[in-house]
């Protein structure tokens, strides 16, 4: 049995999907404070609990006989996820899980410029020092997350860290590398970071929306205090507004522009180049 916390988010239902492309989806329980709103997924055979880091007997519950766990990263303040994350480790450790499978972050480091960082360093080193056998799979920045409709709309990209290259990787591909750590062998004790197969500045995103959109978007490099303001006046929490402005700042750094083959050799498949994935947008 495998167990997924956070299932009805979109990566974990696209993790979902592409475990029942793999196999019996009856083997799947999926785990999320409200399992009624996995109604679609357990119609195709998926078993649905409920599960909430914030009541770590419901995870103990979820967990029960499960071989292979999948945590997936919580949202909120730092402390929080934290709390939440340790959480859902000890009830793994209670329930006598196997394995356990963590989406952690690229250079998942205090020393890191985003503030989340931080949190993903704790669980990773929480979860080695449990004793529970894990793979623990660094995620770099989702391919969906970057921004074109600004450039759509106003044909120009104003974002700090403009020359720091990212080696973005769609949720689609990150699901398939993280079926196969869930059910393949040898994963155990294993750190994988999922990267696509190219790394681009901004400037070159630019370059790929002008073409595509067949219009000129030009690149801005915009102050980190300027961007924070922008992200505040859309009424984003503090914490958040500090996150992505350490995230912008971490990628000016080039804390994300390495590349690796490790989802490919986990999916078994070549990964979506960030240029032919804006191409189709």
Do not use: W
Not at 124 to 144: C, D, W
Not at 207 to 217: E, M
């Amino acid at each position: 049995m495998i167990t997924i916390t956070g299932a009805n988010g979109k990566l974990g239902r696209l993790v979902a999907q592409a475990l029942g492309d793999r196999g019996s989806p009856s083997r799947v329980r999926l785990g999320t404070r409200d399992p009624g709103k996995l109604g679609d997924l357990a119609g195709k055979g998926f078993k649905t609990v409920a599960a909430s880091f914030d009541q770590p007997e419901s995870l103990v519950a979820a967990f029960d006989g499960a071989e292979t766990v999948l945590i997936i990263s919580g949202d909120g303040p730092n402390d929080a996820r934290i709390r939440q994350h340790r959480a859902a480790v000890d009830a793994a450790k209670k329930a006598g899980v196997g394995r356990l499978v963590y989406t952690s972050f690229t250079n998942a480091t205090p020393k890191s410029l985003f503030t989340f960082a931080a949190i993903h360093a704790d669980t990773e080193a929480y979860l080695k020092a449990s004793g529970v056998p894990f793979t623990i799979l660094r995620n770099n920045q989702y391919a969906e997350n970057v921004t074109t409709q600004a450039a759509k709309d106003t044909g120009a990209l104003a974002l700090p860290g403009v020359c720091g290259k990212v080696a973005h990787i769609s949720r689609a591909d990150i699901a398939a590398a993280t079926a196969a750590a869930l059910t393949g062998e040898g994963h155990a004790g294993k750190t994988y970071d999922l990267t696509g197969p190219e790394a681009l500045d901004l400037l070159q995103v630019a370059a790929i929306l002008s073409q595509t959109l067949k219009k000129t978007v030009t690149v801005f490099d915009l102050a980190p205090s300027d961007y924070a303001k922008v992200l505040a006046q859309r009424g984003l929490p503090p914490f958040v507004v500090e996150a992505l402005v350490g995230l912008r700042q971490a990628t000016g750094a080039g804390e994300y522009a390495d590349v690796t083959d490790h989802a490919a050799r986990l999916a078994g498949r070549p990964i979506e180049p960030l240029s032919s994935y804006l191409s189709r947008q």
